[in-house]
């Protein structure tokens, strides 16, 4: 079965400071990395994504670094707001479950960031 | 454009009761999905459909049905509902499965069971 392994559940960081978010998966065969963020009583949306064939991507305040060989890649939030008070989830594209091939997504089990003044 | 648009936003149902989730989308997408979110399982994938008329199975498809016969509506089914599917669900759309092609999610439904 297709997993993508997520940690830590929860994470409490002070204003100012570094988030820092792990994911882990098993499939080589995955080859497109999102993390999306959801607000309480809203739909996740699309934060940040690499593909592997790069080590580190940047948008701002928010980094992607991924390591192929380990088969890991975190979301670095630098220099976090309470604004940025959300669920985190990672993702892994990959044929779909059924094989019919459909390229799907596989979520980790999301991180909840608390960023307290 | 109102994106991803779910209905209802709160169900409560008993039991062997019956009802259909719907999703419509107004941004012409190919694709659309629908995710169950739990506490500390992050979204699993249900059903999803890669246009009109074609649908298939995700990795949690047990208890639902979905069909496809416009772009813009994907309905979820329970046919009997049972207390494992309280659960919050999301649908969502997006134009392809290639790089970049980005989920955009509905606010969702959150159901229960009882």
């Known amino acids: 079965q297709q997993q993508v392994k997520q940690s830590p559940q929860s994470l409490i960081v002070q204003k100012g400071g570094i988030s820092i978010i792990n994911c882990a998966y098993e499939?080589?065969?995955?080859?497109?990395f999102p993390w999306y963020q959801q607000f309480p009583g809203k739909g996740p949306a699309l934060l940040i994504a690499i593909r592997p064939d790069v080590s580190e991507k940047k948008e701002g305040r928010f980094t992607i670094s991924f390591n192929k060989s380990a088969k890991q890649f975190s979301l670095h939030i630098m220099d976090s707001q309470p604004g940025d008070s959300a669920t985190y989830f990672c993702a892994a594209r990959g044929v779909a479950y059924s094989g019919a091939g459909s390229y799907q997504l596989t979520f980790g089990k999301g991180t909840k960031l608390s960023v307290i003044p | 454009n109102a994106g991803v648009t779910q209905t209802p936003k709160f169900q409560v149902l008993k039991t062997g009761q019956s009802m259909t989730l719907q999703c419509a989308q107004d941004?012409?997408?190919?694709?659309m999905s629908w995710y169950r979110q739990d506490p500390g399982m992050g979204l699993r994938l249900i059903h999803y459909s890669v246009g009109a008329g074609i649908t298939d199975q995700g990795e949690v498809p047990n208890g639902y049905n979905v069909s496809r016969s416009t772009t813009e509506d994907f309905p979820l089914r329970l046919l009997s509902a049972a207390p494992s599917q309280t659960s919050v669900y999301f649908c969502?759309?997006?134009?392809?499965?290639?790089?970049?092609?980005?989920?955009?999610f509905g606010p969702g439904t959150r159901l229960t069971v009882l």
């Open positions: 941004m012409n997408h190919e694709y």
């Open positions: 499939n080589t065969a995955f080859d497109y």
């Open positions: 969502a759309s997006y134009p392809g499965t290639g790089w970049g092609n980005e989920q955009f």
